[in-house]
């Protein structure tokens, strides 16, 4: 079977992808632990981490959605980086194909974790090797032209919308990873394009024939989700949005579904009311990547809890499930979520103690489909 684990670190997103072949894709990495804070309950991601990779010193694909912190804390810290000395410590983590969007390439006026990491996609870029990046490739020609560097011997590391990545194949694999975004038109090169530049995906994994599909969303607003499906409609790919796990986007935001909050609940656009409602599979898992739902609106920063309650009311309908990251199993004592991929469709490893012992169950079974 397959693995996919999402770890509990409030609003901010990391996802390890372990496949039964061994390989491993790490969808960001922010490590937002407070050693100093006692009353802190989220997981050092870091030692999370290094406790699945069981001693491997590197992982095949890290995949930064985009670079704002909540996707990328502390990743200079714990990554081994290609442009500079002072990252390349034997205890770091190797990273042998970094995916990033165009953005990551191109974004000017950045600082921190940020820079750091644009500089080493940009090296690696430069250089030919160890990434990917996904955009059109006429956005990143003048970048290659101004460092004499002649963009057709740059293609090949460049992904655009509606083609899948060669790191990964259904035979080989037992995974492949479907772009939808970013866009050109969204490849920009200014913080602001970040959440609308995002890498935005489908992964469809096959275990002995059976098919279960997840969307990985990052930070996506609803207008480009919109976009995203108004394309592949008009392609008729509507089974490149088909999912029977979807990572919802920007830790629970109301913006991923409408301009309009809602009073109770947040009522989403057309096209995303389809993506959620018609395209979900029987038993389909929403995942919220976020903080505890609020009760209240105080705060203006997500979750929001008319989203969540849309969200809710989805998975009611597919007789799934709906799971907060931070309130897995439970508020006071969250833990990663890890979901199993097999030749019966997905299923979320229960945890449950059973007097001074904890221990694993599996869910039952979600629908998947024969391929």
Request: net charge negative; with cysteine.
């Amino acid at each position: 079977m397959h693995v996919v684990r999402f770890f509990p670190i409030g609003n901010a997103d990391s996802c390890l992808i372990e496949l039964e072949n061994g390989r491993r894709a790490l969808f960001d990495f922010a490590d937002m632990h407070d050693p100093n804070d006692q009353y802190d309950l989220r997981c050092d991601l870091e030692e999370g981490l290094r406790n699945c990779l069981d001693g491997a010193k590197s992982i095949d694909v890290v995949a930064f959605t985009h670079l704002d912190t909540d996707h990328c804390a502390r990743a200079k810290e714990v990554f081994y980086l290609e442009h500079a000395q002072k990252y390349q410590s034997k205890d770091r983590i190797k990273i042998d194909t970094m995916w990033v969007p165009a953005t990551a390439i191109l974004e000017e006026g950045v600082k921190g974790q940020a820079r750091t990491l644009r500089t080493e996609a940009r090296h690696r870029f430069i250089a030919g090797e160890g990434i990917r990046v996904f955009g059109r490739p006429e956005k990143l020609d003048q970048f290659l032209i101004d460092r004499d560097i002649d963009p057709k011997t740059r293609r090949n590391l460049i992904s655009d919308a509606g083609t899948l990545c060669p790191e990964f194949n259904l035979d080989h694999d037992g995974v492949e990873f479907f772009v939808h975004s970013p866009f050109a038109e969204t490849c920009g090169d200014s913080v602001e394009y970040r959440n609308g530049s995002a890498i935005f995906m489908q992964a469809t994994f096959v275990v002995r024939e059976r098919m279960t599909k997840m969307i990985l969303s990052a930070d996506v607003p609803h207008k480009i989700i919109d976009d995203i499906i108004r394309v592949t409609q008009y392609h008729k790919n509507d089974h490149r949005l088909e999912w029977d796990v979807n990572n919802i986007p920007h830790h629970c935001s109301y913006l991923s579904l409408s301009d309009d909050k809602g009073k109770d609940k947040t009522i989403p656009v057309d096209r995303i009311k389809w993506l959620y409602e018609e395209q979900g599979q029987s038993g389909g898992l929403l995942v919220s990547t976020s903080k505890p739902i609020p009760t209240n609106d105080d705060d203006k920063q997500p979750p929001h809890r008319q989203a969540a309650n849309y969200y809710k009311d989805v998975a009611s309908k597919l007789g799934g499930e709906w799971i907060v990251t931070m309130e897995h199993p439970s508020m006071s004592k969250p833990k990663p979520l890890v979901i199993e991929i097999g030749a019966t469709g997905s299923k979320v490893r229960k945890i449950a103690a059973v007097g001074a012992t904890t221990v694993l169950s599996g869910a039952a079974p979600r629908a998947g489909r024969w391929r």
